[in-house]
């Protein structure tokens, strides 16, 4: 009976062992499911109809802006699909063939090239990925929360809104400023200041209020303008001065000021001091305080991010595909203690979004989920005290100008 019992005993541990490696195997091919799974089936289908059964070496390779830490999974997933086309992989003496893959991308994603070499002969088969379908390829973790609190309303365009102090504020149109002054629970405004100038307003005009010891300054498309108080009239005079790009009372991030196309809605590429270096035009720049200088990160014309520092550019990947063409930079007591704030790629007028973001080297990873807003997001300036400043337009056609500050968890 002892023996009995033992060896069913024994029986029910053998089959329990087995039942937990299924479960566990199951979960583990589970886990193993990858994002790139489908495309490296794609590609690997392509490779195969070129090259055949056989064996051969894989290269994979990343020439886009796709984070480094993709790569071994895009690997993973190819050498995978490969293998089941029945691609055996051998060391390079021993094989007949040379797979390199190369991430590039275009437009619309990821474009994938494989360059298939058999002796002397190379052919080379593309895929196209599109974004959407490997969003996750960026985390997206919620290291702080952004929220919003509305300043002012106005019927005329708003292009900047700046607080002087803890109760006045400034909002600037294209064709005036305006002094408000804090009320229990709202901004009163107590007067306002006309633009004088001839130079005609461009139909996407962009402004920005730089702030001085008494009064401040004025930069318009084509316009400069100073005012030595609060209350007097701005001077203006038609000016081509770059705009200060840092925000406004920043110490500890060093200065640039950018020239700004007067007859467009860009920065020209040229900024001053200088990084030692022509820069592409760009829509916006956002500055990264470091140890011994500061790191500039810019959005060009054609949709790319790059930073700049005085060793030279360098592209930006990661989730930075999801940015639009305005960024700023705000200091926290969160992660980092920096994240750059973007708009998103969105065309919809009837809903924009902010999201937060940290640069680190080429990646740029999303710490926040999107702040949406119903309209579109026009304007987005640096503010003081680790804020920023949002101007949408609202559905109503009017706008809305927001203090945008950051929570950690």
């Given at each position: ?6 060896r ?17 195997s ?22 195969a ?44 003496h021993?094989?007949?063939?040379a ?10 994603g ?29 985390p ?27 109760n ?16 229990p ?21 962009r ?96 949709g790319?991010?790059?930073?700049e520092?005085?060793?030279g ?11 639009g ?15 750059i ?17 940290e ?51």
């Amino acid at each position: 009976m002892p023996d009995y019992n033992s060896r069913r005993m024994k029986s029910r541990v053998i089959k329990g062992f087995c039942t937990l490696a299924v479960a566990l195997s199951f979960c583990v091919s589970a886990a193993a499911v990858s994002h790139w799974d489908s495309p490296a089936e794609g590609m690997a289908h392509k490779i195969a109809a070129v090259c055949g059964p056989g064996t051969a070496t894989l290269d994979v390779q990343n020439a886009s802006s796709l984070p480094s830490s993709e790569l071994p999974s895009i690997r993973r997933a190819l050498d995978a699909q490969l293998r089941a086309a029945g691609i055996q992989f051998r060391a390079q003496h021993d094989a007949a063939n040379a797979i390199r893959v190369t991430v590039r991308e275009n437009v619309r994603g990821w474009l994938w090239v494989a360059e298939v070499t058999q002796g002397t002969d190379t052919r080379i088969v593309m895929l196209e990925v599109p974004a959407e379908r490997t969003s996750a390829a960026i985390p997206q973790s919620s290291l702080v929360t952004l929220n919003s609190t509305l300043v002012v309303s106005s019927a005329e365009p708003l292009l900047d809104v700046q607080l002087l102090d803890a109760n006045t504020l400034l909002t600037l149109t294209p064709r005036s400023v305006t002094v408000y002054q804090r009320q229990p629970d709202h901004w009163q405004a107590l007067g306002t200041q006309p633009i004088v100038t001839t130079v005609p307003v461009p139909r996407d005009p962009r402004g920005r209020l730089a702030l001085a010891s008494a009064g401040y300054e004025i930069f318009l498309p084509g316009v400069h303008c100073t005012s030595a108080a609060i209350s007097a009239a701005p001077d203006c005079r038609e000016s081509d001065d770059p705009w200060p790009l840092a925000p406004n009372g920043s110490t500890n991030i060093q200065p640039q000021s950018g020239f700004y196309n007067s007859g467009r809605n860009f920065f020209t590429g040229i900024i001053s001091p200088g990084l030692g270096r022509q820069l592409p035009a760009f829509f916006s720049a956002a500055p990264i305080a470091r140890a011994k200088d500061t790191q500039w990160v810019f959005t060009l014309l054609d949709g790319r991010a790059v930073a700049e520092d005085a060793t030279g550019e360098q592209r930006i990947g990661g989730a930075t595909r999801t940015w639009g063409s305005d960024i700023v930079s705000v200091q926290s007591e969160c992660g980092a203690k920096q994240q750059i704030l973007a708009t998103s790629t969105a065309n919809d007028n009837a809903e924009d979004s902010l999201q937060a973001f940290e640069v680190n080297g080429r990646d740029a990873n999303a710490v926040s989920t999107p702040l949406k807003f119903t309209g579109s997001i026009t304007a987005l300036w640096p503010a003081t005290s680790g804020s920023a400043i949002a101007i949408i337009r609202n559905v109503q056609g009017g706008y809305d100008a927001y203090s945008i500050t950051l929570a950690c968890h």
